[in-house]
């Protein structure tokens, strides 16, 4: 048997392996997913106080390996900070109870169409939670899931975020719209410009969504959508990665709305 493989999260079925500093103290923080043990490097033990004492207070079991054993059970590729949590899948929410989180007229959704990188989605989740948005909305298919690499990409944002996967992304914005909410997409070609666009449609329950690069929306996606949104360019490029632009359209709409009351 190869050194290290009794320590193998990848083993026990069903259970996955999130690394990093900030993806595994979020998740301890966040207490959403169920948690099987902790696997630290001990050389790296001084310095992870926090994740330490908020695992052993939540009565999860602490394993410190050495060098070689932490890097038999770590992703290969992967700077994992010399922290592996083992846990269960995230808990996704319904199309309904992704609606009903937040205060009603102040909920922001937002939905992904086409963003297959786990990075991309990891990151527009990290904007989006940061942004203060109440939930993010993914399709089933030829989408990035809530993976660890994206909880990785995220910095941890998507223990935080409620997600829902959705088989039907048009279908399921249509249900919000009948819920109240207005939605938007971003569309780099055409649609008011984000900066000079009324506050009016910034007001109530909203739903913004991205498509993928190059592709942009799809057209069943575009047609349920309430308008459309364009970040004005100046420079020579002809357009943002899905990320940059989630979060120029989130934090604008956060400067329309004025600053949370959350804490």
């Given at each position: 048997m190869p050194r290290g493989r009794e320590h193998d999260p990848g083993a026990r079925r069903g259970l996955e392996r999130l690394v990093g500093i900030h993806p595994v103290r979020e998740a301890l923080r966040a207490r959403r997913r169920r948690l099987h043990r902790l696997l630290v490097h001990k050389g790296t033990a001084r310095r992870l106080g926090e994740v330490l004492e908020r695992a052993r207070a939540l009565d999860v079991p602490v394993e410190e390996l050495s060098r070689e054993d932490f890097e038999a059970v770590a992703p290969p590729g992967v700077r994992a900070q010399g922290v592996l949590l083992e846990a269960g899948p995230l808990p996704l929410a319904s199309l309904a109870e992704l609606a009903a989180f937040g205060e009603p007229g102040s909920r922001c959704l937002v939905a992904t169409d086409g963003v297959e990188d786990p990075q991309n989605l990891g990151a527009v989740a990290r904007a989006a939670e940061a942004a203060g948005a109440t939930g993010l909305l993914?399709?089933?298919?030829?989408?990035?899931?809530?993976?660890?690499?994206?909880?990785?990409?995220s910095a941890g944002a998507l223990e935080l975020l409620p997600v829902s996967i959705v088989v039907n992304l048009p279908r399921s914005l249509g249900e919000l719209k009948e819920r109240s909410f207005w939605v938007y997409g971003a569309d780099a070609d055409e649609g008011e410009d984000l900066f000079q666009a009324p506050d009016r449609l910034f007001e109530g329950d909203l739903v913004l969504v991205f498509g993928a690069e190059g592709r942009g929306l799809r057209p069943g996606v575009k047609a349920v959508l309430d308008g459309r949104l364009r970040i004005p360019l100046e420079g020579r490029v002809a357009s943002l990665n899905v990320a940059a632009a989630a979060a120029v359209v989130l934090f604008e709409w956060r400067r329309r709305r004025g600053p949370s009351d959350r804490s």
């Open positions: 993914v399709p089933e298919r030829r989408a990035a899931p809530p993976s660890p690499a994206a909880v990785r990409a």
